[in-house]
Nanobody, 119 residues
Framework: QVQLVESGGGLVQPGGSLRLSCAASGSIFTLNPMQWYRQAPGKQRELVAS???????DYADSAKGRFTISRDSAKNTLDLQMNSLKPEDTAVYYC?????????????WGQGTQVTVSS
């Protein structure tokens, strides 16, 4: 069983930055892909950024040029650096991961962390 715990959310002014972290209970290198989703009030959960082993990161159009997804092997975390934040980035951000052992596929979600962009 893998547990994902997000942190780093909070209240920030438009144009500001936040760095979210997703700590995994097991090695993050057994998890592939690892992704960040977000869900704003009244909206569906949407994929923000994705990272696969050996692949290039992928971003939603709304995140391109502003967000950066990365793994920190020393801390065993998946991070999301968010710059130039906009009010429309306000949402609960979730970490998601897939682990495969042969034919067995397991998926995991974190509990979410709130990001509020407001002046």
């Amino acid at each position: 069983q893998v547990q994902l715990v997000e942190s780093g959310g909070g209240l920030v002014q438009p144009g500001g930055s936040l760095r979210l972290s997703c700590a995994a209970s097991g090695s993050i290198f057994t998890l592939n892909p690892m992704q960040w989703y977000r869900q704003a009030p009244g909206k569906q959960r949407e994929l923000v950024a994705s990272l696969t082993s050996g692949g290039s990161p992928d971003y939603a159009d709304s995140a391109k040029g502003r967000f950066t997804i990365s793994r920190d092997s020393a801390k065993n975390t998946l991070d999301l650096q968010m710059n130039s934040l906009k009010p429309e980035d306000t949402a609960v951000y979730y970490c998601f991961a897939v682990r495969r052992f042969g034919r067995d596929v397991s998926t995991y979600w974190g509990q979410g962390t709130q990001v509020t962009v407001s002046s």
